[in-house]
């Protein structure tokens, strides 16, 4: 049987929370990771206690559990590129720059996971400061929506030249690429922006009215980071994530009697 093996999967790694209701966090991650052809890996950082209503509990995990885990993945398996997602304090976020140091991965995206749609916090107010100064200079690319990159840069995004402005000072903090989604938008086009230091590309999807959207990050966090543990360029893996976000917004699934999740099947 052994020559029915594949033996070259790209190998993706989602240090992140737990969704019971399996819309966004590590499930989500780890279906659309699936989706895509890579071979997922998970960290848990919390639990929540969550459904389409909203977060009724968050439990993290000790900061050593987070570090186990990522050591056991990295030292055996290996990681060809990996996400953050939900990372809740300040001492979770040291150890997961430390992790990612003593690996010495470059392929690492930070999703800057704050507030649920909901309202419930996922990132204690004084970690932002371990993202920005611990994180960041670690990271290949960030990927906030309008309202994260506002609370990281201090400042408000009101039009495209703010979108660049904020970039550029997310870029500051030592990541190589800022990826400000522009899903929080009003307009027909929900217009992406994609900053590489010295130039930028921008990525428009049709805006689609609707409220399936729980998930939304994280998915199109997981979609990128697929996208490059499998080798893609960062441009192609940022347009395949697009594509595969715009899919899983259309697609959404109706369960529950709240906001449903995003959902794929590629
Ligand atoms: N719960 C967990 C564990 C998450 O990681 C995320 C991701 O952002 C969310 C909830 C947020 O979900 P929503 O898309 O509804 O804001």
Sequence with gaps: MAEYIKRHVARALTIAGSDSGGGAGIQADLKTFQELGAYGMSALTAITAQNTLGVQGVYPLAKEAVKEQIHSVGSDIGVDALKTGMLFSAEIIEEVAEAIAYFGWSKVVVDPVMIAKGGASLLQADAVRSLTKKLLPL??????????????????????????????????????????????????????LLFEGSGYTELSGKRIDTSRTHGTGCTYSAALTAGLAQGLGIVEAVQQAKAYIQAAIEDGIIIGSGHGPTNHWA
């Design 139 to 192: 990271t290949m690319i960030v990927t906030p929506n309008i309202p994260e990159a506002e609370y990281l840069t201090g400042m408000a995004i009101r039009n495209k030249a703010d979108k660049l402005e904020a970039a550029k000072k997310l870029f500051s903090f030592g990541t190589r690429y800022v990826l400000i989604k522009g899903g929080h938008e009003a307009g027909d086009e929900a217009v992406d």
